[in-house]
């Protein structure tokens, strides 16, 4: 059964400082990986899509990193802004393509 | 233009009532998701809808949990005799394809059962 570990759980950090949020998955057989940012009290909103063949993705500020045959991703945030304060969830799709399995987030808080 | 939009956005209802969740998805995508954030628990995969082929069911807790999808648009989450377990935010997503595109998603019902 695949299984989704997100690290830290929560993370703090002064404004204009770089940071890595961590992923792990037990099973190297996906379809894809995603990041979203999730703020309270409102749905998903997707950061980063990395199908499996690809090493990376960026956007903006945002580099996500895939290897699959070690079980990791990395979300890095450039240059963290105190809008960026939100919990950030990693999914991977899996084989069959019909679902995705989430980690339980890091909750990031930047202070300005 | 539009994205996916749910309804109610909370709902509180007795505990052993029935409840329904609409999804409205983006226009001409012909996956939908659909997920359920428990406190402490992160989201869990429930149903997934893809065009005209039979849905995975997989992740259903239990047989109080059925949903349909009417003319490969709305799909409507039902959850019959409510306990207070069932208490969460239950998501909507929709997709345009099985596993290259971005699944996005609603803003969610939040449901209490008291």
């Known amino acids: 059964k695949q299984e989704v570990t997100q690290i830290p759980a929560a993370l703090s950090v002064p404004e204009g400082e770089n940071l890595v949020l961590n992923c792990s998955f037990t099973?190297?057989?996906?379809?894809?990986l995603q990041w979203f940012r999730q703020d309270p009290g409102k749905g998903l909103t997707s950061l980063l899509l990395?199908?499996?063949?690809?090493r990376e993705q960026t956007s903006g500020r945002l580099n996500a990193s895939l290897d699959k045959s070690s079980g990791r991703s990395t979300l890095y945030i450039a240059a963290s802004q105190p809008g960026d304060s939100a919990t950030y969830l990693c999914?991977?799709?899996?084989?069959?393509?019909?679902?995705?399995?989430f980690g339980k987030g890091t909750t990031l808080s930047v202070s300005s | 233009g539009a994205g996916v939009s749910q309804s109610p956005s909370n709902k509180v209802t007795e505990k052993g009532k029935d409840v329904e969740l609409r999804c409205d998805p983006i226009?001409?995508?012909?996956?939908l998701y659909w997920y359920r954030q428990s406190l402490g628990q992160g989201l869990e995969f429930l149903i997934y809808?893809?065009?005209?082929?039979?849905?995975?069911k997989s992740g259903l807790p239990s047989d109080r949990f059925s949903a349909e999808r009417t003319g490969g648009s709305v799909s409507t989450l039902t959850i019959q005799r409510t306990q207070q377990e069932d208490s969460a935010v239950y998501l909507c997503?929709?997709?345009?394809?099985?596993?290259?595109?971005?699944?996005?998603f609603g803003p969610g019902t939040r449901l209490t059962v008291l």
């Open positions: 809808f893809q065009g005209n082929s039979a849905p995975d």
């Open positions: 999914a991977v799709l899996n084989q069959a393509g019909t679902a995705l399995i």
């Open positions: 990395i199908q499996s063949s690809q």
């Open positions: 997503a929709s997709g345009a394809s099985v596993s290259t595109d971005t699944q996005y």
């Open positions: 226009s001409g995508h012909t996956a």
């Open positions: 099973d190297s057989a996906i379809y894809n």
